[in-house]
Each structure stands twice: as C-alpha cells, then as structure tokens.
Nanobody, 122 residues
Framework: QVQLLESGGGLVQSGGSVGLTCAASGGSFSLYRMTWIRQAPGKEREFVATIDGSGGGTYYADSVRGRFTISRDNVKHTVYLQMNSLKPEDTAVYYC???????????????WGRGTQVTVSS
C-alpha cells in the first residue's frame, strides 16, 4: 500500500511559479511510475505530467509542455512538479498518483494523494 501526500499549492499570480511536492511512503518507490493529474471545478480529470521509475523518462500534456517540469528523488521517495509561467487556466486541484510498473495509464492510477489546490489569479 502506497500513501501519497502533496504539498506546495497556493495562490499565485499569472506568470508566476510554484513548486509541488509529493512524498510517498509504504512501497518500493522506484518501481512506481508517478504522475501528476489535475482537476478544475466542473471539469474532467486532466493528465499533466508523468515520470518513470528511474526518472529518465518524462512526458507532458501539450498544455503544460515547456512550462512544467516533473522530477523525482528516489532516495527521498519524492516527486516534484515545478510550474512556471502559470496561467489562470492552470487553476485546479493537483493530484499525485502512482502506478506500479512502467506503463503510462493516463488519468488512471492505483494510488492517489488527497490533492493540493493551485489557484492562478489573472
């Protein structure tokens, strides 16, 4: 059983930056693909970024590519999402999710954090 805890959200102005952190416990962290997924009010869950177990492979949604960076520290059992050049449409609850193995499953995940709110003001 993997537990995930996100932190680092908040209110930021358009064009600003914020970093999210997801601390994992309870599993062999390096065996899990880690994914950030967001959900805005009244909208479907949306894939944001994913990183494989080694940290060598990343993939981003078109809407965030070039602005967001996902990374991980397998010693600290932590995954990060650095978000730059934020836009009001980035406003959402951001969830950290984990899947055992290497397959990319989009917005499907075995384990989820509770989420952290990011609000971008215009």
């Amino acid at each position: 059983q993997v537990q995930l805890l996100e932190s680092g959200g908040g209110l930021v102005q358009s064009g600003g930056s914020v970093g999210l952190t997801c601390a994992a416990s309870g599993g062999s962290f390096s065996l899990y693909r880690m994914t950030w997924i967001r959900q805005a009010p009244g909208k479907e869950r949306e894939f944001v970024a994913t990183i494989d177990g080694s940290g060598g492979g990343t993939y981003y949604a078109d809407s965030v590519r070039g602005r967001f960076t996902i990374s991980r520290d397998n010693v600290k059992h932590t995954v990060y999402l650095q978000m730059n050049s934020l836009k009001p449409e980035d406003t959402a609850v951001y969830y950290c999710a984990a899947n055992l193995g290497s397959a990319f499953l989009g917005t499907t995940a075995n384990y989820w954090g509770r989420g952290t709110q990011v609000t971008v003001s215009s």
